[in-house]
């Protein structure tokens, strides 16, 4: 006896069928490109721990913009790599810094892609923490930063002035990443005041303290200085927590929430997306990156079909728009296999 099932497993050979019965569809629309700017001109400087991603200048990063959009990716995801830093990263928010030139220049030659602006004070600050610093920093030397904390609601007032002067730079969504408690609020609230009511707020809800982040670190140029950041990014081990974490920055006015990194915490991602309404993003970040593309320039694994295997599993466990250092490589292999 021939049982349903096994026909349908038989006729899967046909790419037709393969594509009805498909359960989970990526799609150029999930994408969103992350873009890394720094100041100056006509510069394009690899970095090496992430090789075939590049700090650009605006004048290259309008470029990049461009081909994004002609591949149809909707979105990209900004991060400033400035030229002076002191330990409040005021250059964060400055009229003249290098991300609000950046949306002002896209929003002007490509207008049709969505800006999203990282709002964090980690590439800013001389001590590479995501926030203003209790205490003395210079005296954080040898063992003796375990007596520096962050200062959670002095670094709100600051993450709320470089959202709003995203926003007024032009910036649709604003995505702040450092984790402090009641980040979200500040932003929201910031920017509803002063008539930023459409711009969008995409937390970094679930951020956890991830041995993933490393390249990204070299290319932001926001290596701790001392110490970790696991006092205000959350333990691997929990999920319960993330939930709770989501929660919270839905009830302050989240439009999107995150959960960051992707492919560890898939469990996650599902969780989230089971729980809330909210549109789910995932960040596909740096070190899950770098693994397939070392990988794959040594010729260990199939970097296309790997890919879209990875990209394809993030959306399956529940995220509606992923981040994601393949972006174009990505929108083209869809485009190219009707994945």
């Given at each position: 006896?021939?049982?349903?099932?096994?026909?349908?497993?038989?006729?899967?050979?046909?790419?037709?069928?393969?594509?009805?019965?498909?359960?989970?569809?990526?799609?150029?629309?999930?994408?969103?490109?992350?873009?890394?700017?720094?100041?100056?001109?006509?510069?394009?400087?690899?970095?090496?721990?992430?090789?075939?991603?590049?700090?650009?200048?605006?004048?290259?990063l309008i470029r990049e913009a461009r081909e994004a959009s002609t591949l149809s990716i909707p979105a990209v995801l900004l991060f400033g790599v400035p030229r002076e830093k002191d330990?409040?990263?005021?250059?964060?928010?400055?009229?003249?810094?290098?991300?609000?030139?950046?949306?002002?220049?896209?929003?002007?030659?490509?207008?049709?892609?969505?800006?999203?602006?990282?709002?964090?004070?980690?590439?800013?600050?001389?001590?590479?923490?995501?926030?203003?610093?209790?205490?003395?920093?210079?005296?954080?030397?040898?063992?003796?930063?375990?007596?520096?904390?962050?200062?959670?609601?002095?670094?709100?007032?600051?993450?709320?002035?470089?959202?709003?002067?995203?926003?007024?730079?032009?910036?649709?969504?604003?995505?702040?990443?450092?984790?402090?408690?009641?980040?979200?609020?500040?932003?929201?609230?910031?920017?509803?005041?002063?008539?930023?009511?459409?711009?969008?707020?995409?937390?970094?809800?679930?951020?956890?303290?991830?041995?993933?982040?490393?390249?990204?670190?070299?290319?932001?140029?926001?290596?701790?200085?001392?110490?970790?950041?696991?006092?205000?990014?959350?333990?691997?081990?929990?999920?319960?927590?993330?939930?709770?974490?989501?929660?919270?920055?839905?009830?302050?006015?989240?439009?999107?929430?995150?959960?960051?990194?992707?492919?560890?915490?898939?469990?996650?991602?599902?969780?989230?997306?089971?729980?809330?309404?909210?549109?789910?993003?995932?960040?596909?970040?740096?070190?899950?990156?770098?693994?397939?593309?070392?990988?794959?320039?040594?010729?260990?694994?199939?970097?296309?079909?790997?890919?879209?295997?990875?990209?394809?599993?993030?959306?399956?466990?529940?995220?509606?728009?992923?981040?994601?250092?393949?972006?174009?490589?990505?929108?083209?292999?869809?485009?190219?296999?009707?994945?």
């Amino acid at each position: 006896m021939s049982y349903p099932l096994s026909r349908l497993r038989r006729l899967r050979k046909s790419s037709g069928l393969r594509r009805m019965i498909r359960e989970t569809y990526l799609s150029v629309n999930d994408l969103i490109m992350p873009c890394f700017v720094m100041p100056g001109r006509r510069i394009r400087r690899p970095i090496k721990s992430m090789p075939g991603v590049i700090k650009l200048s605006i004048d290259n990063l309008i470029r990049e913009a461009r081909e994004a959009s002609t591949l149809s990716i909707p979105a990209v995801l900004l991060f400033g790599v400035p030229r002076e830093k002191d330990e409040k990263g005021t250059e964060a928010y400055s009229e003249k810094g290098i991300v609000q030139q950046a949306i002002r220049n896209i929003k002007k030659e490509v207008p049709d892609i969505v800006v999203i602006t990282d709002v964090c004070l980690c590439s800013y600050t001389s001590h590479g923490h995501c926030g203003v610093l209790e205490g003395n920093p210079s005296q954080a030397a040898g063992h003796r930063y375990k007596d520096i904390r962050i200062d959670n609601d002095r670094t709100l007032e600051i993450l709320a002035k470089v959202a709003l002067s995203h926003a007024k730079a032009g910036a649709d969504i604003v995505a702040p990443s450092a984790m402090m408690d009641g980040q979200v609020k500040a932003i929201r609230e910031t920017l509803d005041k002063n008539n930023f009511n459409d711009v969008a707020v995409m937390s970094y809800s679930a951020k956890y303290a991830s041995a993933f982040y490393g390249p990204f670190r070299e290319a932001a140029d926001s290596t701790p200085q001392f110490g970790d950041r696991k006092t205000y990014q959350m333990d691997p081990a929990n999920v319960e927590e993330a939930i709770r974490e989501v929660k919270a920055d839905i009830e302050e006015g989240a439009d999107i929430v995150m959960v960051k990194p992707a492919l560890a915490y898939l469990d996650v991602i599902y969780r989230v997306k089971r729980k809330f309404s909210c549109p789910v993003a995932a960040y596909n970040v740096s070190g899950e990156y770098s693994m397939i593309k070392v990988a794959s320039q040594k010729g260990w694994i199939n970097e296309k079909g790997i890919i879209l295997e990875i990209l394809t599993g993030i959306k399956r466990a529940g995220a509606d728009m992923i981040i994601t250092y393949y972006a174009k490589e990505a929108a083209e292999w869809i485009q190219e296999t009707r994945y």
